[in-house]
Nanobody, 134 residues
């Protein structure tokens, strides 16, 4: 059974940091492109960051560039989103999603060039809440 589970959310003050985890079971995460999305109350879900399969290229929405970093730990079958210098507008439910498998194909390595778009992803986690507030 394919499953993605997010964790690491919580309440943090502005300027603080959190590291979100997206752990996979039932498939090898490295073969898949992974996206992080977030949804604030009353707003549509937006793509935040993406990493191509086999540690391919990454992308970030402009509002998080320089503050967020996406990475993989293949030994743990997990993708992380390190979030630094958090702002109140980063508040929302964060989801990870998987697309593929692509393995080391060019399309997988360059997957994030398509933009972080919901329709490009097949499997989703249940989400983890991030609240940035003083």
């Amino acid at each position: 059974q394919v499953q993605l589970v997010e964790s690491g959310g919580g309440l943090v003050q502005p300027g603080g940091s959190l590291r979100l985890s997206c752990a996979a079971s039932g498939f090898i995460l490295d073969f898949h492109a992974i996206g992080w999305f977030r949804q604030a109350p009353g707003k549509e879900r937006e793509g935040v960051s993406c990493i191509g399969s086999s540690d391919g290229g990454t992308s970030y929405v402009d509002s998080v560039k320089g503050r967020f970093t996406i990475s993989r730990d293949n030994a743990k079958n997990t993708v992380y989103l390190q979030m630094n210098n958090l702002r109140p507008e980063d508040t929302g439910t964060y989801y990870c999603a998987a697309a593929g498998p692509y393995g080391s194909s060019v399309s997988g390595l360059n997957f994030c060039q398509r933009g972080t778009v919901e329709g490009n992803y097949d499997s989703w986690g249940q989400g983890t809440q991030v609240t940035v507030s003083s």
